[in-house]
C-alpha cells in the first residue's frame, strides 16, 4: 500500500487515542481522545465497519478541529477499519495519505485483512499482561496474608509462652496486661478470618441479602461504639431516618469504611441522609494514580499499615448484594469520603 502514515487507535472510557503510529504523531495529535461515534474513526468503531474517506476537505462527517491538529494537518485521504476480536470492538487501524483519493478497494481489503490479525495480537498481548498481573497479585496477597496471619499468632505465642515459663515472676497487673494483648492478638486474627471467609462467600455467590426497611442511626451508633475509639468516630443522623438495605450487611460494610478510616486517618465521620451514608477521614486521601482500582482486589497503595487489601473490594460485594453503589471522593479539604447510596424505599 502507498500511505503517508498509519496508526492503530484503541479504545479506553469510550474515547480512541493513539496508541502506536508510523511516523510517530506530535504531541498535540498523541493528547487527542475521540469520542467513539464521533469523526470518522470514532464512526468505525461505533458502526464496527470501515469507512473511507476520499477527500477530508469536503467530508461533513470530519471533526475540523482534529482535521487541523498537528501532524493530522498533512492528510487529505483517509482509511479506517474497526479492531474486533471475540465480537467486540476494541479500537481502529488507520492509513492516511497526501493525495485525494488514495486507496481503492486492494488497499480495504489489504487493511481488513491486516486489522484481523492485529486485533487477535492485540487481545493476545492484553491477556498476557492480564496473567502477569494477577500473578504479581497473587504472589502479594500470599507475602501479606502470610504476614497479617502471622503477626497475632506470633503475638498470641509470645505472650502464652511467656506466662508459662516466667508465670512466678509476675504480679497480676502485669498477668491482666499481658492476657489484654493476647485478647486482642486473638481479635485481631478472627476478624482476619471472617474477612477472608466473607469475601470468598459473596465470590462464590452463596450468600444472599435481606432487604428491608430498617432504623440507621442505631447501627451507626453500634458502629461507633464497635470502633477501637469511639471518641474519634462522630456520627450525624436524624434519630427517625430508615434505609432500604439489609441491616447486617449494611454494618459490615459501613465498620469496614470506619476501619479503613481509623486506619488510615485516625478519625471517621459518618453522616446519613436519606438514600446515602457518608464516611469521610481527614487522612492523607486516596493516591491519584489509584482511584478506583481501590475496589479491586489485593490492590493497596504504598502503605506500611497493615491489611490484605480485601476491605474495600468486600465493601463493593456488600453494597452489590443489597443494590446499593459505593463511590469514593476526594473532598477539596483533603481525605478520602465514601458514599454509599440506597435504592428508593
Known sequence: MDFRGGAVLLVDDRHLYVAAADPAVDE???SLRIPVGAGLAGRAVAEGRTIYSPDLDTDDRVDPRVRRTGTNAGMNSFLVVPLVCLGEVIGALEVDSARRD????VDRAVLEG????????IESARRHEQMLELERLKNDFIGRISHELRTPITIMSGFVGTLLTHDSDFGPEDRKAMLGRTRAAIDRLSDLIDELLTAATFEAGMAEAVIADIEVAPILEQI??????????????????????D??????AVNLLVDNAMKYAGNAELTATPGEIAVRDHGPGVPAELGTRVFERF??????????????????????????TIELEAPAAGGACFRLRFGAL
Open 28 to 30: 498535540a495529535v498523541a
Open 102 to 105: 488514495a486507496f481503492d478497494d
Open 114 to 121: 491486516l486489522a484481523t490479525q492485529m486485533a487477535g495480537a
Open 224 to 245: 461507633k461504639a464497635d470502633a477501637v475509639d469511639p471518641d474519634r468516630v462522630r456520627v450525624v443522623c436524624p434519630p427517625a431516618l430508615r434505609a432500604h438495605a
Open 247 to 252: 441491616a447486617k450487611l449494611l454494618k459490615q
Open 299 to 324: 490492590v493497596r497503595g504504598n502503605s506500611s499499615m497493615p491489611g490484605m487489601g480485601l476491605g474495600l473490594p468486600l465493601v463493593r460485594s456488600l453494597c452489590t448484594a443489597m443494590d446499593a
